[in-house]
């Protein structure tokens, strides 16, 4: 069975300070993956999205870069980070085929605070 | 109008109540469908998928109204562990990437 991990599961940063967010995914081949982002009382806003190695789409502009360095691993960074960063990381997975038609799996996420 | 739009709530109802959820969506081109879970500061999980002739799962039944772009959960007979936040999410199926739009949820508090 497929599981995906992130870490850390929570982290406390000083403003300008960098970050590297982690998401590994096993037991499946080829995923998409995504990240997103959940503040206080909001909904999920999808930040990146990747069809595979190296390939990466960004939602928003914003501080912050995505990288899929191998076939299972999403990493989520930032050279200086924003108060406005503070929330609920999410790394997510999904089928790449069939297109279009997949649920997507969540891993438990990163709470971040930038203070 | 947004993209997925939910009735945040929250919703209070006494254990064993018959509670329904609706949640609209803009884009008529959207195809699939879903209804996710999320428990307080967890990361959320998928409840049901949405099919075009509705589905249920024990307790839960999900319908889609492709006509006037409208899905809904049904829970009967509410437990106390169903207290949660439900997404309704849907594909609209713009860009690649199966890209999923979330609702930002409707909040459910079963009581005894």
């Known amino acids: 069975s497929q599981t995906i991990h992130q870490w850390p599961a929570t982290l406390v940063q000083p403003v300008g300070s960098p970050l590297s967010l982690e998401c590994t995914v096993e037991?499946?081949?080829?995923?998409?993956l995504y990240w997103y982002r959940q503040a206080a009382g909001r909904g999920l806003q999808l930040l990146f999205y990747?069809?595979?190695?190296?390939?990466i789409s960004s939602e928003v502009p914003q501080n912050l870069s995505a990288s899929r360095p191998q076939d299972r691993q999403f990493i989520l960074s930032s050279k200086k980070l924003l108060l406005s960063d503070s929330g609920f990381y999410l790394c997510?997975?999904?089928?790449?085929?069939?297109?279009?038609?997949?649920?997507?799996?969540f891993g438990p996420g990163t709470r971040l605070t930038v203070t | 109008r947004k993209e997925v739009e939910q009735d945040p709530g929250p919703f209070n109802v006494p254990e064993g109540a018959t509670v329904a959820f609706n949640c609209t969506y803009s884009?008529?081109?959207?195809?699939?469908f879903f209804w996710y879970r999320q428990d307080c500061r967890k990361e959320p999980k998928l409840l049901m998928s949405v099919y075009s002739s509705g589905n249920e799962d024990g307790r839960f039944t999900a319908q889609l109204n492709r006509a006037s772009q409208y899905i809904s959960l049904l829970i009967r007979d509410s437990k106390l562990s169903d207290s949660a936040t439900y997404l309704c999410?849907?594909?609209?199926?713009?860009?690649?990437?199966?890209?999923?739009?979330f609702g930002t949820g409707t909040q459910l508090k079963v009581e005894l």
């Open positions: 037991g499946t081949s080829n995923p998409n």
């Open positions: 997510a997975w999904s089928k790449s085929v069939p297109l279009q038609l997949n649920e997507q799996y």
């Open positions: 999410v849907v594909n609209p199926l713009t860009g690649g990437g199966n890209k999923l739009t």
């Open positions: 990747s069809v595979g190695i190296g390939q």
């Open positions: 884009n008529s081109a959207s195809q699939s």
